[in-house]
């Protein structure tokens, strides 16, 4: 990582304002209080469905494609061996950082009290980061090398063609229940149990080696949405249009899913669609008033969670972590809960409470963002 004294100027103010909005929801999505449960909406849906937590991570590799076809023009200037060079230590560093971040602390205190170092055998390979950065190689490397055209013909073949893997190496019946689909079984094979996610019903990770296949395309959405902003986004015609390819993205969404179940965990076609279709909508709304309407009100606060995007979401997890692991005196509960259920909790029972948590321990990550923005540091990866 290194700090750059000014961030990407060529950026749209409603693009860093995207991502911000992500972001913040990302930290409360992640960090609900305890003592009770959060909102139902603000939790993901148990298997299929669709609530607004789910949109958080597809949004997330949206607005990394939207912002990559800022970039990618330098990029195609490159020489080859210089933009895979580049492109290979970019997603280097950020599968890295995800793999340290499920690692971390490091240690763990053995059943005699003995502090000890956790197993690799132990630690999550995959994960939000991991996902980030194998999207990002694949995604860089398409536009590199193949036109917009292509970029959307590959993204039908990876939609189309995962859906036939899911029912061609499933178990027969069973294609797409959680403990004996065809990404927990590849999962298992390549990975084995100790290294994918264990927080579920069953052992089954939401950021499989397979469901990156479609993920890739929430990114490919995201750059040539980016290009399109950058032709003619800023008119009414151009929101229109966003407005209206996002309605029948969303509608045609609704159709597969009828067959092929909307499914975060999954990460089916039909979710997909689903998130870019609101993704481009939303985005057609931000520029409306951000770009057009010069409607400002919010945008700062929003601009700071944009401005380092990674580095606050890796700090906001690994604070967390932090606090998790931190025993208050009374040794019955970590710092964590003790603040949320003996202080928020007396003051705001209930979700309320949960909710309110959540948004200071966000507020806390804004805070720190807002010092490296005062400070003209933005890390970039």
């Avoid at 039909?270 to 008033?289: E, K």
């Avoid at 949960?354 to 005062?374: E, P």
């Amino acid at each position: 990582m290194n700090a750059i004294s000014n961030p990407n100027s060529n950026r749209f103010l409603s693009l860093d304002v995207f991502r911000g909005l992500t972001i913040c929801l990302m930290i409360v999505v992640n960090t609900p209080g305890t003592g009770a449960n959060l909102y139902p909406y603000l939790v993901h849906a148990e298997w299929f469905g669709f609530t607004l937590a789910d949109l958080v991570f597809p949004s997330f590799l949206f607005a990394m494609g939207n912002a990559m076809s800022f970039s990618m023009g330098k990029m195609k200037e490159m020489a080859a061996d210089v933009f895979w060079k580049k492109v290979i230590k970019r997603t280097i560093i950020i599968f890295l950082l995800g793999f340290l971040m499920y690692w971390f602390p490091f240690v763990k205190q053995g059943v005699d009290g003995v502090w000890e170092l956790k197993s690799f055998a132990e630690t999550r390979v995959m994960g939000v980061l991991q996902r980030i950065a194998l999207c990002y190689l694949f995604a860089a490397v398409i536009f590199y090398y193949l036109s917009e055209k292509a970029a959307i013909v590959l993204s039908v073949i990876f939609l189309l063609g995962y859906w036939a893997l899911l029912y061609l190496f499933g178990q027969s019946g069973a294609e797409l229940e959680m403990a004996t689909n065809a990404v927990t079984r590849l999962d298992l094979s390549i990975l084995g149990n100790g290294h994918i996610y264990k927080r579920d019903m069953v052992p089954f990770d939401p950021e499989g080696i397979l469901s990156t296949l479609p993920a890739i395309v929430n990114v490919i959405a995201g750059f040539i949405a980016g290009t399109f902003i950058q032709r003619i986004g800023k008119s009414f015609e151009g929101i229109a249009k966003l407005l209206i390819v996002g309605f029948l993205l969303m509608a045609l969404a609704r159709w597969w899913d009828l067959v092929f179940p909307i499914c975060k965990k999954l990460w089916t076609g039909s979710f997909v669609l689903y998130t870019v279709g609101i993704d481009l909508s939303i985005m057609a709304v931000l520029i409306y008033f951000i770009e057009l309407k010069q409607k400002h009100f919010g945008v700062e606060f929003s601009t700071i969670f944009g401005k380092n995007p990674l580095f606050i979401y890796l700090f906001s997890e690994l604070f967390f972590t932090f606090l998790r692991r931190l025993t208050h005196v009374n040794a019955e509960m970590d710092v964590f809960e003790w603040f949320s259920e003996c202080l928020i909790q007396r003051i705001f029972p209930g979700s309320f409470g949960s909710f309110v948590t959540a948004i200071l321990f966000m507020l806390l990550c804004w805070a720190v963002g807002w010092w490296l923005n005062k400070k003209r540091i933005y890390i970039k990866i």
